[in-house]
T-cell receptor
Framework: ETGVTQSPTHLIKTRGQQVTLRCSSQ?????VSWYQQALGQGPQFIFQ???????GRGNFPPRFSGLQFPNYSSELNVNALELDDSALYLC????????????FGPGTRLTVT | AQSVTQLDSQVPVFEEAPVELRCNYS??????LFWYVQYPNQGLQLLLKYLSGSTLVKGINGFEAEFNKSQTSFHLRKPSVHISDTAEYFC??????????FGTGTRLQVFP
C-alpha cells in the first residue's frame, strides 16, 4: 500500500506566474484535502475534493483552484502568484468512513520571488 | 466557527523528563480532536485522536492526551521524552467534513 505522494518537492516561481501542484492519494482513498502552511504557522485548509467534486473551501481567493481525477489523484492550481503564496503545500487523503483519519504527503515547498 | 490555541510556541525539556503540550479549542458544536507531529522537512503524522468515548487517548510513540470538555482542552503528554521526539506538534479540530483546523504549533526541543 503506497502512501500519499506529492510532486514536485520544491519549486521556485516568479510573481504573476501560475503553478500546478500534484498529489496522489493513498490507495483506496476517495477524499483529498489541500492545506497551505506558511513558515512558522499551522496548516490552513484550502479546499477538499470528494469523488471529483469540491466539498468545502477555506478562506482562499478564487485564484486557488483544484481538480480531482477519477483515480482520486488531485491537482492544486494557483494563478497570478503573489509573494505571500510562498509556503509548504500539503495534500492529505482520507476515506470517509467516520475514522476521520487523514494521511498527509510530504508537501511541496513553493517559493515565489 | 472553531479555533485552536496552542499556548506554548516552544517547549524546551531535557531527555527522559516528562512533557505536556497544551491545547485549547473553541467550538459551539461537538468536535473531534487530533494531535499531529511534523519532523523537519516532512509532512504531518497523526499521533492520536479523540472521536468519542474514553477521554484518555493513547497514541503512538508513548504519547497520550486527555480530553476535558469543561475546560475545552486536549493536552498532550509523555512521561519520558527522547531526543527523537524533537519536532513540531500541532493540535487540530474538525467537525464532520474532515476539514482540519490547526493551531499554530508547539516546537518541542529535547536536550541531552
Amino acid at each position: 500500500e503506497t502512501g500519499v505522494t506529492q510532486s514536485p518537492t520544491h519549486l521556485i516561481k516568479t510573481r504573476g506566474q501560475q503553478v500546478t501542484l500534484r498529489c496522489s492519494s493513498q490507495s483506496g482513498h476517495n477524499t483529498v484535502s489541500w492545506y497551505q502552511q506558511a513558515l512558522g504557522q499551522g496548516p490552513q485548509f484550502i479546499f477538499q475534493y470528494y469523488r471529483e467534486e469540491e466539498n468545502g473551501r477555506g478562506n482562499f481567493p478564487p485564484r486557488f483552484s483544484g481538480l480531482q481525477f477519477p483515480n482520486y489523484s488531485s491537482e492544486l492550481n494557483v494563478n497570478a502568484l503573489e509573494l505571500d503564496d510562498s509556503a509548504l503545500y500539503l495534500c492529505a487523503s482520507s476515506l470517509r468512513t467516520g475514522t476521520h483519519e487523514q494521511y498527509f504527503g510530504p508537501g511541496t515547498r513553493l517559493t515565489v520571488t | 466557527a472553531q479555533s485552536v490555541t496552542q499556548l506554548d510556541s516552544q517547549v524546551p525539556v531535557f531527555e527522559e523528563a516528562p512533557v505536556e503540550l497544551r491545547c485549547n479549542y473553541s467550538s459551539s458544536v461537538s468536535v473531534y480532536l487530533f494531535w499531529y507531529v511534523q519532523y523537519p522537512n516532512q509532512g504531518l503524522q497523526l499521533l492520536l485522536k479523540y472521536l468519542s468515548g474514553s477521554t484518555l487517548v493513547k497514541g503512538i510513540n508513548g504519547f497520550e492526551a486527555e480530553f476535558n470538555k469543561s475546560q475545552t482542552s486536549f493536552h498532550l503528554r509523555k512521561p519520558s521524552v527522547h531526543i527523537s521526539d524533537t519536532a513540531e506538534y500541532f493540535c487540530a479540530v474538525s467537525v464532520d467534513t474532515d476539514k482540519l483546523i490547526f493551531g499554530t504549533g508547539t516546537r518541542l526541543q529535547v536536550f541531552p
